[in-house]
């Protein structure tokens, strides 16, 4: 089986068209897990909504997808960011914001081993930023399946609990192939952002998995940086939701 993770799209088109442009090369999957965070900071929400829904039956909620909802309230968010949440709101149909409300904060695939959450499996409507050894345990001990796809931090990770020893491993990953062992009870992956990467790299990020090889592979792709910056001004939102893709953060 092969599966194909995206996360964080955040409405920019291009960095997404840029990824599918990608997947068609790589061959068949036999599914598309999509971590949450559709919406939020990029100009193209509709197109966005309408491409992922097509792509795939394994959506989770994330939190910009939830405050676009109204359903969380964006009070947390920096002002870029209520300010592209107020202007998404007012850029999709009733159907769209309907989809994104019907959204699960879970995805849960156990017959292929797969739970799907946009920050981790502690209080996920929360939306806490998976990023530590403490984090990554807590959401271990409630996770059911060996793998978890999570997304919010922007930055591609893996966290792989043991099977034997009580200790944790975690890398941050750079594009390539990672290959699972036997000794590995379960994993937290993190595929990182097709529309925001943070990791100062600004080239789009998304991962496969090959169950016959039992084996991560993760992709950065080159996108039309410039249009997605263009739209964004264009729209009138914030400069600094522009400028930011460039240096990846
Ligand atoms: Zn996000």
């Keep these: ?17 840029a990824v599918i442009k990608k997947l068609k090369t ?7 897990f999509v971590a949450g965070d559709i919406v939020g900071y ?11 829904k097509n792509l795939s039956s394994y959506v989770c909620m994330g939190n910009h997808d939830s405050a676009v ?25 009733t159907s769209e914001l309907e989809w994104l409300s019907s959204l699960p904060l879970i995805v ?11 920050g981790s499996l502690i209080n996920p409507e929360s939306y806490i930023y998976l990023a530590s050894y403490e984090d990554a345990e807590e959401c271990f001990a409630k996770q059911e399946t060996r793998f978890c796809l999570v997304g919010h931090t922007h930055t591609p990770l893996v966290f792989a609990k043991l099977k034997e020893e009580k ?4 890398a941050y990953l750079e594009p390539g192939k990672l290959k699972l062992n036997s000794q590995i009870g379960k994993i937290i992956l993190n595929s990182g952002s097709v529309g925001q990467p943070r990791d100062g790299d600004p080239r789009a990020s998304f991962a496969i998995y090959d169950s016959d090889k039992d084996e991560i592979e993760i992709f950065r792709v080159s996108y039309d940086i410039k249009e997605a910056t263009n739209r964004i001004l264009d729209a009138s939102l914030p400069e600094s939701l522009a400028l930011r893709l460039y240096q990846g953060w």
């Design 167 to 170: 200790g944790l491993s975690g």
């Design 108 to 118: 849960n695939y156990k017959e292929i081993n797969w739970t799907i959450v946009h």
């Design 42 to 52: 990029g100009a193209n929400p509709k197109e966005c909504i309408q491409i992922i």
């Design 26 to 32: 790589l061959g068949e999957f036999d599914a598309v």
């Design 69 to 93: 909802a109204g359903i969380i309230s964006p009070e947390t968010f920096n002002s870029d960011a209520k300010i592209a949440v107020e202007w998404t709101r007012n850029q999709l149909s």
């Design 1 to 17: 089986m092969r599966i194909a993770f995206l996360a964080d799209i955040h409405s920019n088109l291009q960095a997404l068209e």
